[in-house]
T-cell receptor
Framework: RKEVEQDPGPFNVPEGATVAFNCTYSNSASQSFFWYRQDCRKEPKLLMSVYSSGNEDGRFTAQLNRASQYISLLIRDSKLSDSATYLCVVNQGGGSYIPTFGRGTSLIVHP | DTEVTQTPKHLVMGMTNKKSLKCEQHMGHRAMYWYKQKAKKPPELMFVYSYEKLSINESVPSRFSPECPNSSLLNLHLHALQPEDSALYLC?????????????FGPGTRLTVT
């Protein structure tokens, strides 16, 4: 079983739509969680950290569900510029610090 | 300023060449990372330096040799690479090698091995 799993998509949505991605993780000792976005042939850029109580940054909302071991990213009022791959990153706990990436979810926002 | 720089942007090398990739950050970060990324795949962690000491080596072949000359610089020395090593090589840094720290990535070096 992969340690961090994401639906690769692509998610194809119209402008203005609301879209949500999930990311599941297998290590219950994981302590910190992040969403990055990566545009084609560019480096990953930090989108937001995910806090236990959930957090929001403009149109983006991140949630953590420790009981079910998943994090989510909700994007409201999608823009064309939101088209990218969204990578979930989980920092493994248990004494070693190893950031583990999901395979990414591709989002395509069309006019 | 959350900038990590990498040079060169592109590199083409033969299988018998020796080359080096360079990474620099001036954010005072004490953890630095090398990743390898193939097309349509997530970044794969190669090495982690923590306070200028190698703390994680993810079973990377010895033809890749990392070096951390000081807290701002990270090098990756390449020797006798194989065509399958062609990929985007990403450097990242984080404030400290702790679990809650975000990483900031450089733009990468796109490597082609011929």
């Amino acid at each position: 079983r992969k340690e961090v799993e994401q639906d690769p998509g692509p998610f194809n949505v119209p402008e203005g739509a609301t879209v949500a991605f999930n990311c599941t993780y297998s290590n219950s000792a994981s302590q910190s969680f992040f969403w990055y976005r990566q545009d084609c042939r560019k480096e990953p850029k930090l989108l937001m950290s995910v806090y236990s109580s959930g957090n929001e940054d403009g149109r983006f909302t991140a949630q953590l569900n420790r009981a079910s071991q998943y994090i989510s990213l909700l994007i409201r009022d999608s823009k064309l510029s939101d088209s990218a791959t969204y990578l979930c990153v989980v920092n493994q706990g248990g004494g070693s610090y190893i950031p583990t990436f999901g395979r990414g979810t591709s989002l395509i926002v069309h006019p | 300023d959350t900038e990590v720089t990498q040079t060169p942007k592109h590199l083409v090398m033969g299988m018998t060449n020796k080359k080096s990739l360079k990474c620099e950050q001036h954010m005072g970060h004490r953890a630095m990372y090398w990743y390898k990324q193939k097309a349509k795949k997530p970044p794969e962690l190669m090495f982690v330096y923590s306070y200028e000491k190698l703390s994680i080596n993810e079973s990377v072949p010895s033809r890749f040799s990392p070096e951390c000359p000081n807290s701002s610089l990270l090098n990756l020395h390449l020797h006798a690479l194989q065509p399958e090593d062609s990929a985007l090589y990403l450097c990242a840094s984080s404030q400290t090698p702790g679990q809650s720290r975000e990483q900031y990535f450089g733009p990468g070096t796109r490597l082609t091995v011929t």
